[in-house]
């Protein structure tokens, strides 16, 4: 019997007493609103999630060091099983790849389209904790790898 590594792997992100709740929650919040507002409420919990974490990204001052809060960032996620991020300045903007994070494996993959709120909503408030500027906004650019990489970019 051969098992695909990223199948297994995937199967691994989420408790077992969530699978099925998790998928069926999605479904119904998308019978009482539409994608946008769903994107919103997940960028809203997001943002909590990012202000529970605060202490964890303690000493990273600026966005002069990427290295550093990417460090903190990938300690943060890795204790909390939610995968790694990679930090990297380009062309004017950063861009956030977020490897492995269990959204799509908890909500399915169709969830991607609202449930990458989250993600942008705890960056956004990191980034703007570092001094960022409200004119710089982070937003979700098309995922992949079947929803392995969630791609963002910082930046106006």
């Known amino acids: 019997m051969t098992i695909e590594?990223?199948?297994?792997?995937?199967?691994?992100?989420?408790?077992?007493?969530w699978m099925v709740v998790l998928p069926a929650l999605a479904l119904e919040l998308g019978d009482y609103a539409n994608p946008q507002d769903l994107r919103r409420l997940f960028f809203n919990v997001g943002q909590r999630l990012a202000a529970a974490s605060a202490n964890d990204l303690e000493g990273v001052d600026s966005l002069d060091s990427l290295d550093s809060l990417e460090s903190r960032l990938n300690g943060f996620w890795g204790h909390l099983n939610w995968g790694w991020v990679d930090l990297q300045e380009t062309g004017g903007f950063i861009e956030?790849?977020?490897?492995?994070?269990?959204l799509a494996e908890a909500f399915g993959n169709a969830s991607l389209e609202w449930s990458v709120g989250l993600l942008e909503g705890f960056y956004q408030s990191v980034f703007r904790v570092l001094g960022a500027d409200d004119k710089m906004l982070v937003k979700a650019l098309p995922s992949e790898a079947n929803g392995m990489t969630q791609r963002l970019k910082f930046g106006v």
């Open 5 to 17: 590594l990223a199948s297994y792997f995937r199967s691994q992100q989420v408790s077992l007493q």
């Open 96 to 102: 956030i790849a977020h490897h492995a994070s269990p």
